[in-house]
């Protein structure tokens, strides 16, 4: 195939005809937002035969005249696969490439670019992984998918991980940045105390879809009073006069109007009576409860407060009616020490199933920031499950234990790679791994992102070199954090108020042999006592009033509804006869903790049950376990992320509660990254699966 600049033939015995072309549009090639190229030719070939694959590989090779090499790519695309590679210039005015084609049919598109950089990035995209090994199907252990239904893990973020960006979203949706917060300390602003501030956010209670909703924030000296009938809430900040005070949204339920920028700036004003305000134009699309997020930040990433208005969102064509407004406000000047720790900020927007995500990163005196949209978060968050179950099942294949640890190690790293290179630009990349050896302690703080496997996050160097050793984030002791209340730096558990529940289920199919011994170990080194009944409404008994430390060992799982909830599955649960109160959700969660006498008690909440460690991609807020936990006043929480089995779940806990227990005692940072290293050496996934939410520093003195 030659036009007067570009030419395509293959080179191989395969029998090829010419197929109808694909649209000559960026579109059709499926580039993300921001980058910007020109189709120079798009071209298709078919298997003469009818056939799916080729009778052996071919080399494909595409020459262009004419034409700088270094903003050409050449994106081919094969059933369940696509990839991109780069032109090398030639010794003439010619540039080529060539990549080999493996199935039929095949489509391509030669992009010129505007510039090397969005290149290279298209590279990035299309080419996370090696060509050729694939991988058996997942089946549907995760819960996810569909048995049978082949994924391979070489398809760069195609089908089987589904791309960042490979749905084109208008920049206005996200809206520019602004600023980012710089990495100074706390005490950088010389001469500035910081001062009491008042800080009022507010919006309409209800709208409709399609309604365009104004969200203004002010900032003053004095106490501000809300509009009658708004939905609204007010936090009462530290504020540094001399600095600005920068002021982002994370929408669910809503998207930026087009044109509204992300983040906005106000000043305290001198004067008592003096008011500063900005305001944020929002379009309301996803119908049922929603929820706003106002972050207040000035020098660091950490918040000096935050705001959560509830709203409702009703069909285009209903009538509106008064309601009350939901709101919960905290102000909480930052902590140095935690200020001084390395930080990765993601604040997330999440409307019609589109997640908008803005990173800011601060790893000692270096800083970077960068947003990225996952079109389809749902199906992000499956694919990635569905990776990870294939990984399993290649662990269990293996026999011996140095082969599982290498099947299990090399599994992780491969997923972990791809979310690395992803969900961060080349910057942040550049400046995790460049501190990759500072990284202990390192926080992630967010509005309520926690689908994301963070811990499963690999590190590579940009430049591709090769480093024999794993670099994944839970290496580093990370601990996740949800903005809110300042959490505790140590605990006391009583042995009076340390229970836990160990379900013996009723179902033969839900037994797991090895809580009985996790059973006899909390009850042996805690001290703890069981629920009594284990059932949801001794759920109930317990959070209505004090307690220090709660443990389940069980099942956990998440409903098929729309949006999906999860829940605790009990000792009298059967799937195929339902009992009362036989499981228990995270809806039952928030009801009990908003009628909890907590005698100001913050306890530690250990579910090491599957798949509950993480929140909802719903649009209706997060609505997990985490969430309501944190939100409700817990001041720790330890969960899964993906389905661990029991035995080295009960391996991981007794490490867990051991560094605890230690003389001196461990931090809860330190005690995750022993769990996990001695969960690793089982030769399993499952080391990686544990999340905490919690201070890292804090510490347990159990009395």
Known sequence: MVTNRVDVRFDGPARTDAASLPEASTDAAGLPPGV???????????????GEYAEVPVRLTITVHDADAARLVVLVREPGAAR??????????????????ERFPIDGFVLEFESVSDAENCVTWFSLTPEGEHLPPPGDETGFG???DEKTLDEPLGEAFPRIDDVAVPRADVGPILATP???RLDDSLGSAPVDAHVLAEMPASSRVDDVVTVTVSLSRTELEATCDAASGTARPSVIPDDDVIVTLSPRGYRLAPEQPAEQRLHLPRGERDVDSCTFDLVAVDVGRAEVTVVLRQSTPLPIATILVSTDIRPAETRLRGRIARSRAVATEPDPAIVALPTISVDESLAEGVSTLTFSLVIGDESASCVKVIPDKRMYIRRVLEGLATVRSRVAAAHRPADRRAAADSGLEDIGTRLFVSLFDEPARLLLWNNRAS???LIIQTTGEFDIPWEIVHLVSPDGDIDPAHRFLGDHGLTRWVYGPALPQHFDVARTRTRHICPD????????PFVEAERQFV???LHSRAVDPDDAGGVTGLLSGPFDLLHFAGHGEWTTGDPPHPRLLLAGFDPTDAVEGAAYSADDLRRDLAARDADGARPIVFLNACDVGRLASSSAGAGGFPEVFLRGGIGALIGCSWAVDDQSAGIFVREFYTRLLGRPPSSVAHALAAARERARSRGDLNWLAYV????????????
């Open 36 to 50: 910007r190229a020109t189709v120079l030719e798009t071209f298709a070939f078919a298997s003469s035969d009818g």
């Open 84 to 101: 991109a590679v780069r032109f090398s210039a030639g010794t003439d005015d010619t540039a080529s490439a060539a990549l080999t084609a």
């Open 146 to 148: 569909d048995a049978g």
């Open 182 to 184: 710089s990495p100074r």
């Open 439 to 441: 990284l202990d302690g």
């Open 505 to 512: 289920y009723r179902a033969p199919a839900y037994r797991l």
């Open 523 to 525: 009850t042996r080194r």
């Open 692 to 703: 905490a939410y919690a201070d890292p520093r804090a510490t347990v003195t159990f009395s």
